[in-house]
């Protein structure tokens, strides 16, 4: 059990950039403390939605200007409907209009809406500025900050248009996720027991040990273990040509559940843990998974509030399969765990994706 705050420090190393995750509470108010020495901005931009800059946005402008430096906040309507090429537009034209350059840089603070939106904008105006993660929802203090995959969604699906391109820091306070909703403590809950299932299986013991409201006295700990599993990986393949689709343990049927549900039926999370559930049940059945994983996994799923099936019919999902990103030409490469803790890539046929996530080919 943690019992005090401290400073946890996980450097990260790509063929474009290096920089250091940072993990701490009461990290917004200490910023000049963690500011990479290597940037010199005049302005700072915050892209962030309206709820979270409702509740830290004035905090994060006075630490910055504590610096000296002056703020820029751009606010969007909180969601998934922002992230779009039409919000990246008006956030160009808001930094055209504030005279933001090359010299200048971007924080986004939020969820992984607001990391993947002001990411995308940091990747592509002006060919390239700097910009640092503060993230501050689970799924994104453990995952979608890290690893530099920018993204917005294009005519209905997901994350269609991005790019690769690391941040300069992220920056982690664990105390900002006592004032998360449940549903989104449970959505990042999906991504957590994603980590423990494809590397760690220390990880997928201790929280079957813990239960919702233990676990706020070991976040730090758990956040700097999903973040060194990232780190590990992306340092290897920054690139998702082949170790880093690990990653995307239940994201092929994943993203589908979304899609299908018109991003409103559920969260990205409870979407994932769908996927790793009835993945994990059909690979079992096909002798590819430990007998015994699936009723582990769909057990601590459950104890953390988070659906294991959806009766979205097949049919509905089956058009977003096909644009999975994951594809390349007739075969999608699935991750399958071998066992708790270990997982493989697993390259099929697309005509036959269907037998490993329901059954029967598509």
């Known amino acids: 059990m943690i019992e005090e705050a401290h400073m946890i420090e996980i450097p990260i190393k790509t063929e474009q950039r290096t920089y250091s995750i940072h993990i701490e509470r009461g990290i917004l108010d200490k910023v000049e ?33 504590n610096m000296g430096l002056v703020v820029q906040p751009i606010v969007f309507p909180a969601g998934e409907q922002s992230k779009s090429m039409h919000m990246a537009m008006d956030i160009y034209r808001q930094c055209m209009d504030a005279g933001i350059t090359r010299q200048d840089c971007i924080l986004t603070l939020g969820g992984g809406v607001t990391g993947d939106l002001g990411g995308f904008v940091a990747s592509t105006y002006l060919r390239g500025i700097p910009f640092i993660q503060i993230p501050t929802t689970i799924i994104a203090q453990v995952d979608s900050s890290i690893g530099g995959k920018v993204a917005i969604n294009v005519c209905g699906r997901k994350n269609q248009v991005g790019s690769f391109y690391q941040p300069h820091g992220v920056w982690i306070d664990p105390d900002l996720l006592r004032t998360l909703p449940k549903r989104f403590i449970r959505d990042g809950m999906g991504e957590v027991i994603k980590y423990g299932c494809i590397r760690e299986e220390r990880l997928i013991t201790q929280l079957e040990a813990l239960d919702e409201q233990r676990i706020y006295s070991h976040w730090e700990e758990i956040i700097a273990t999903c973040c060194r599993i990232k780190g590990e990986i992306v340092q290897h393949d920054a690139y998702d040509r082949g170790e880093r689709q690990l990653l995307n343990f239940g994201h092929t049927l994943g993203h589908a559940v979304e899609g299908a549900g018109q991003f409103q039926s559920y969260t990205h999370g409870e979407s994932v843990a769908i996927g790793m559930s009835l993945l994990t049940a059909q690979t079992e059945t096909l002798h590819l998974t430990e007998a015994g994983v699936t009723e582990r996994l769909r057990q601590l799923l459950q104890q953390y509030h988070l659906p294991i099936t959806t009766d979205i019919p097949w049919e509905k999902m089956t058009p977003f399969l096909q644009q999975d990103k994951k594809r390349r030409g007739d075969k999608i490469t699935l991750v399958v765990l071998s066992r708790m803790g270990q997982a493989v890539l697993y390259p099929v046929l697309f005509s036959a994706v269907g037998i490993y996530l329901k059954g029967t080919a598509i």
């Open 33 to 65: 403390n963690y500011f990479p020495t290597s940037l010199a901005p005049k302005t700072v931009v915050i892209i962030s939605d309206q709820n979270v800059y409702a509740r830290y946005g004035k905090r994060l402008e006075r630490s910055i200007n």
